[in-house]
């Protein structure tokens, strides 16, 4: 009937929850509150183990909620000489710079990044990204939801 709207909902409407822990593969609204923080969102630890790495935080916006996907995508953010750890992996991953500018290690080549530059890590690249800038360098990455574990590598001196 026109005009009248159906009582059952959507599989389009959006889960507008605060809290966003569902563990249902609703369709879900993560509420951008500023500063590069999400309604729902928390910090998780960037790794759980190991020293090659510091200044480095890390939200999952799509990924550990119940979604359905194969991708994730993740907020990082790198504090001023913070790092990741260099690693190589089978799985690719995209990053995406949207705060400060960073650098970012794929093999032997550092390339600087600032706000938008996108770069494609291929399987395998050994990677590594940096912030030796006073802001914050901040990044979303897209990953493979099934993914292999990191091997770490060692710094070259």
Not at 95 to 114: D, F, L, P, S
Not at 117 to 144: A, K, M, R, W
Request: charged share 30%; glycine share 8%; net charge positive.
């Amino acid at each position: 009937m026109r005009g009248t709207r159906s009582k059952e909902a959507s599989f389009c409407e959006i889960d507008d929850r605060k809290t966003g822990k569902e563990k249902t593969n609703r369709t879900a609204l993560y509420r951008h509150k500023g500063n590069f923080q999400w309604q729902g969102i928390k910090d998780v630890p960037y790794k759980t183990e190991g020293d090659e790495w510091s200044g480095i935080i890390r939200r999952v916006l799509i990924g550990s909620h119940g979604e359905s996907t194969r991708f994730h995508v993740r907020y990082f953010e790198i504090s001023h000489l913070g790092c990741s750890s260099l690693e190589r992996h089978r799985h690719e991953h995209v990053v995406i710079c949207v705060k400060g500018r960073g650098m970012v290690r794929t093999g032997k080549v550092r390339r600087e990044v600032g706000f938008m530059d996108t770069v494609y890590i291929s399987p395998d690249t050994p990677h590594q990204l940096e912030n030796p800038y006073d802001e914050p360098f901040g990044f979303i990455c897209i990953v493979n939801a099934k993914r292999d574990k990191p091997r770490v590598l060692k710094q070259a001196k």
